[in-house]
């Protein structure tokens, strides 16, 4: 029988590198291990994740126990057709599927977590990929009672066809038992360990609130192992927080681990509470602590209160930590009890015997097990739950651009936004169209005679992809608009990109920033799509020698402007440092000549040479440098750009010394980001072995975001938004008796009407018409509506937005065509919570009269769907009238709960 153990892990780091993640020890390394010693004969293997989205994967498995996937498996989803594939021929030959959960992963909190982190697409396409999973799995496995009961509940609307059973299989310990021991001199001793990314919100609260006001009370020292920051870092983000207690901070390790808790008296583990975002978490930090014989202090999480017996859990940690000094003999107690009940439960022999029993509960099957119907062949779904019949089509300002020329500086959006960012699509058919003078019968001979489904339009410079927005739009293809560079910024490119967002299904933004620019400017959402790298990865090296510090700059000459900026920096800093600073960019001799004058300058100090730019130079200039310096551009629309330079300085092994941007503040913790270049310097001479870690995180974390794959995958998401939407259809000239209008219909899809919104649908619900924001500029011209019908959507509009939204809507209109709004009546509501304060009060359908009107039905769980202002009909009709509207009037409401729940105020365009 063959088991295979697939752990959160990256693939390229097995063994060493494996053991260092707390997930793959206690959930794949230790069971694997104890497994094969109980049952002599079994075959347990311990692969990554990722390797089931290989091809080459030998799917030849009895069971196959897969550790939920993390965040991150996202940038595989162009693959995660063939996970599917792997599981479905296993499951076909009788093997079976555990997913092992050691973090609760299907709440609406964590859909929110995961959308700050990877966007909204991105979050959809993880959860979607999960529910597919959960659809196949035999079984689930969970290291808590708590999470346990979390994924029963949530298992249920997941898989609503068949029961899944939910199996507790603890974590191992793996530090050495230790004599109890709780005697606490006049300064106690407090030890944190765990990994600080998923818990600095915490660590920051405790340093913040808790740590002073246990100062004030006791002495105390804290030392800090953390992982996977180097402690200086996690240092300067906490240090200064401490107030006046001793803190220390060092690097997590097994061995650093069992001599901190032989040396502290007290491990405290602070959370976030009130969520289930915390209430998910495992609790085998406070076994580990309990089990070397040290009493464990915590703030009273879900998963905490099933060891409250055993440790002291409080609201307030310095509270619990003084209480605990007060009281040694019990302290004593309660840990002597806590080290019997995990020796009984969570040795390595009793967690691989938890496992063998599972592996007895979930036999192979005897029989094939059929596959699913809809098996998807690639992640986002779309088209038929497969990506492999889409045409995409790509304009290209100039047919240059995707040719090689390498000395021009349009050559870098080419390479990123085209060529490499195809690498991942093989599964969609892609064709190249130069813009000028294309057209739409252009655009159809270029496809083979039939228009493509998705055309993707760069907006390099807005003002020559107008034109085509049009043309593409009226010839009935989905049009997507790929923001590379910051055009938009000031009145005209913003008014620009308003009149794009009409016509576009969907738009790609080189960054987070001008996704959140495009956003500020339409109001529509963007996808961030980064720059994929190129080339080869370089070992980090950060080890200056000689006399001069070897600096490179690289970049095209609309980067100059923040060249002066640079050597006006260097200049001082030249006095104390000699350095050598090349710079590669290609620009007219007399400009080079003016660049290397300031060498003469700085006397000699600082030698400056130019060389042209070419993807090769760049590299040699990377290679031949200590660091790569990037000030901050001047010029707000530079700001916007994304980080490839930052990410080809990482690619090749350098440290960064560079500017705060928004692109750079993504690699705070992986580059030296600050407004003063010199003292960046200064701090990389000073640290050389930190600046190499900060190198080596940076290429992690590039490996994540930007690599061709990640890259394929996030433009896979704009792909499956654009194809979500029908193509469109250019809108006939209105007749006198114009269209009737239903803004913000959600599922209410109403005959006779113009059903609009900015959702497609609502879950299975049917499809609106013409998908909108409807608080921004319609897409229908002057005067083509006789009626605008608009029910309970002005509530949910920002009171000093809504006057400018129904100017909006009037404007659609034709003279004498009616608007009509209803919304709920704050005096109808008001009397109702007086009437009854108690149960009105409540939020169940006790207050659909009363607390729903003021801020809306609680059980959406949906921020779109909360109240934004409330209105009376007098101050409503006020509010149409100011908007321009005339004969304005109350009238019986006609939809939801009507009269006197609601009202229907109607008015006139003059």
């Known amino acids: 029988m063959r088991v295979v153990f697939a752990i959160n892990a990256d693939p390229r780091e097995k063994g060493e590198g494996w053991s260092r993640l707390a997930s793959a020890r206690y959930r794949g390394l230790i069971p694997a291990a104890e497994m094969v010693r109980q049952q002599p004969g079994l075959r347990v293997d311990v692969v990554a994740v990722a390797e089931l989205f290989r091809p080459d994967f030998d799917h030849r498995i009895d069971l196959l126990i897969l550790h939920q996937p993390k965040i991150d498996v996202v940038t595989l989803g162009q693959g995660f057709g063939i996970c599917l594939g792997h599981i479905e021929a296993m499951r076909g030959a009788g093997g079976r599927l555990v997913i092992d959960v050691s973090d609760f992963k299907l709440a609406p909190e964590h859909d929110a977590s995961a959308a700050r982190q990877i966007g909204p697409d991105g979050a959809r396409i993880y959860r979607k990929m999960l529910d597919q999973l959960y659809r196949r799995c035999d079984a689930v496995t969970t290291p808590s009672d708590t999470l346990a009961g979390l994924m029963r509940g949530a298992l249920k609307d997941a898989v609503p066809d068949r029961a899944v059973p939910v199996m507790v299989i603890g974590d ?39 740590l ?18 180097a402690p200086d870092v996690v240092a300067q983000q906490l240090g200064s927080l401490a107030g006046t207690g001793e803190v220390s901070f060092a690097p997590w390790s097994v061995p650093a681990l069992q001599q901190a808790l032989e040396d502290c008296d007290i491990v405290v583990l602070p959370f976030v509470g009130g969520s289930v975002l915390s209430a998910g978490k495992s609790n085998n930090r406070a076994l580990q602590a309990l089990y070397a014989g040290r009493h464990v202090v915590a703030h009273p999480i879900d998963s905490y209160r099933e060891l409250a017996g055993f440790c002291g859990l409080d609201e307030q940690l310095s509270r619990a930590v003084l209480a605990a000094c007060a009281m040694p003999d019990s302290v004593i107690e309660k840990t002597r009890l806590g080290q019997a009940h995990v020796a009984a439960h969570f040795s390595a022999a009793a967690i691989g015997q938890q496992w063998l029993a599972m592996l007895q509960a979930v036999k192979p099957a005897t029989t094939a097990v059929p596959a699913l119907a809809s098996t998807p062949a690639s992640i986002p779904a779309i088209k038929g739950d497969t990506m492999s019949d889409i045409h995409v089509c790509w304009l290209v300002p100039r047919p240059a651009i995707y040719k090689g020329v390498e000395t021009s500086p349009a050559p870098a959006a080419a390479r990123y936004r085209l060529d490499l960012a195809q690498a991942g699509q093989h599964r969609i058919r892609t064709t190249y169209l130069d813009l000028d003078g294309s057209g739409p019968e252009g655009l159809k001979r270029a496809c083979g005679g039939a228009m493509p489904d998705i055309v993707v339009l760069p907006a390099m410079a807005l003002p020559d992809v107008a034109q085509a927005a049009g043309w593409i739009r009226d010839a009935g293809a989905r049009l997507v608009l790929d923001l590379h560079d910051g055009h ?18 969907a738009v790609a933004a080189a960054s987070p920033g001008l996704a959140a620019q495009y956003k500020r400017e339409t109001g529509r959402e963007a996808i961030a799509v980064h720059d994929p790298y190129e080339g080869e990865t370089a070992a980090p090296r950060f080890t200056p020698g000689g006399e001069r510090l070897k600096l490179a700059w690289y970049g095209e000459p609309s980067d100059l402007p923040e060249l002066s900026g640079l050597l006006n920096a260097l200049m001082p800093f030249a006095a104390e440092q000699p350095m050598a600073l090349e710079i590669v960019v290609s620009v007219p001799p007399p400009l080079a000549d003016s660049l290397r004058g300031a060498t003469q300058m700085s006397g000699g100090r600082l030698q400056v040479s130019v060389t042209s730019w070419s993807p090769a130079a760049q590299a040699a200039a990377i290679a031949d440098c200590d660091a790569v310096v990037l000030p901050t551009p001047p010029e707000p629309q530079t700001n916007t750009r994304g980080p490839q330079r930052l990410v080809a300085a990482l690619r090749g092994g350098r440290l960064v010394v560079a500017g705060p941007t928004p692109a750079h503040e993504a690699f705070r913790d992986a580059a030296w980001i600050g407004a003063s ?12 072995a930190l600046a190499l870690q900060r190198i080596a995180a940076g290429q992690a974390i590039i490996e994540v975001r930007h690599s061709p794959l990640a890259v394929a995958t996030q433009w896979a998401s704009v792909f499956d938004v654009a194809m979500r939407q029908a193509a469109p259809q250019p809108l006939a000239a209105p007749a006198r008796r114009g269209l009737k209008l239903n803004l913000g219909c959600g599922d209410k899809i109403l005959p006779g009407y113009v059903n609009c919104d900015a959702l497609s649908s609502r879950g299975q619900g049917p499809k609106v018409d013409v998908q909108c924001d409807v608080t921004r500029t319609l897409p229908f011209v002057d005067g083509a509506a006789e009626e605008v019908l608009a029910v309970h959507v002005v509530e949910h509009i920002w009171r000093w937005e809504v006057a400018d939204v129904l100017r909006e809507w009037k404007r659609v209109l034709q003279s004498g065509g009616r608007m009509v709004l209803e919304c709920p009546n704050l005096i109808s509501a008001a009397q109702e919570l007086i009437n009854n304060p108690v149960a009105a009060a409540g939020p169940g359908p006790e207050g659909q009269r009363s607390m729903w009107v003021f801020y809306g039905d609680p059980r959406w769980r949906d921020p779109l769907m909360i109240h934004r202002w409330g209105y009376t009909p007098q101050s409503l009709a006020a509010l149409m009238t100011e908007a321009g509207l005339v004969n304005v009037r109350q009238e019986p409401a006609q939809y939801k709960l009507r009269e006197p729940r609601d009202m229907r105020i109607v008015g006139e365009k003059p």
């Open 488 to 505: 938009a910024a000031g009145p005209a490119g913003g008014e620009q990109l308003r009149q794009l967002a009409s016509a576009a299904v």
């Open 172 to 210: 191992p310990i793996e530090v050495e038992e230790r004599p109890v021991r709780f005697a606490p001199g006049e300064v106690v001793r407090l030890l944190w360990f765990g990994f600080y990314g998923i818990h600095a919100p915490a660590m920051r609260d405790f340093f913040r609130a808790e």
């Open 677 to 688: 270049l010199p003292e960046g310097l200064r701090w990389a001479k000073q640290n050389p």
């Open 212 to 229: 002073p006001r246990l100062a004030a009370q006791r002495r105390y020292h804290l030392q800090v192992l953390c992982e996977p920051l």
